[in-house]
């Protein structure tokens, strides 16, 4: 008599319309069509001395928050440094600062987030010079991608 083999069939993935839970997640799309990744688009609003309230495109690369007097660039990332890029242009005065900020997302990329600056800088008006510290505090809301 001959032996009987068992087959286990390995059941298929269901299909699912949900959002994919992270890059991992390879579950087949119901309507057949792959759901865009999250962007990384975000308005900005914050800051305190010179505030701003932009749109940056992609906040993984570097990117500059443009105040009325300053423009601050960021080297992108969710962790990362920045530094005065523009200042304004008065005979005898001079800014330099920089320092290291941190973004989060408690609710995930698609929620609004914060990002916080931690730093200094140095102020100097022809012979006297002053240091600052401070740190400076952003609401990030996520947006349509941009170019």
């Known amino acids: 008599?001959?032996?009987?083999?068992a087959v286990v069939q390995q059941q298929e993935p269901k299909?699912?319309?949900e959002p994919?839970?992270?890059e991992n997640d390879k579950r087949p799309r119901c309507g057949g069509v792959a759901t865009a990744s999250a962007t990384h688009a975000f308005h900005v609003?914050?800051?305190?001395?010179?505030?701003?309230?932009?749109?940056v495109c992609d906040i993984t690369d570097s990117?500059?928050?443009?105040?009325?007097?300053?423009?601050v660039e960021f080297s992108g990332g969710a962790d990362g440094t920045y530094k005065f890029v523009r200042m304004p242009d008065i005979p005898g005065l001079s800014w330099k600062a920089g320092g290291?900020?941190?973004?989060?997302?408690?609710?995930?990329?698609?929620?609004?987030?914060?990002?916080?600056t931690e730093g200094g800088g140095t102020t100097t008006a022809g012979a006297i010079s002053r240091d600052t510290a401070g740190a400076e505090h952003f609401t990030l809301t996520p947006v349509e991608a941009c170019e």
């Open 1 to 5: 008599m001959p032996a009987t083999v």
């Open 15 to 17: 299909c699912t319309d």
């Open 20 to 22: 994919r839970t992270d």
């Open 45 to 55: 609003v914050g800051g305190s001395g010179d505030p701003v309230d932009q749109v």
């Open 63 to 71: 990117f500059v928050l443009d105040g009325k007097m300053f423009g």
């Open 100 to 116: 290291r900020y941190h973004i989060e997302f408690p609710d995930g990329e698609d929620m609004p987030g914060t990002m916080t």
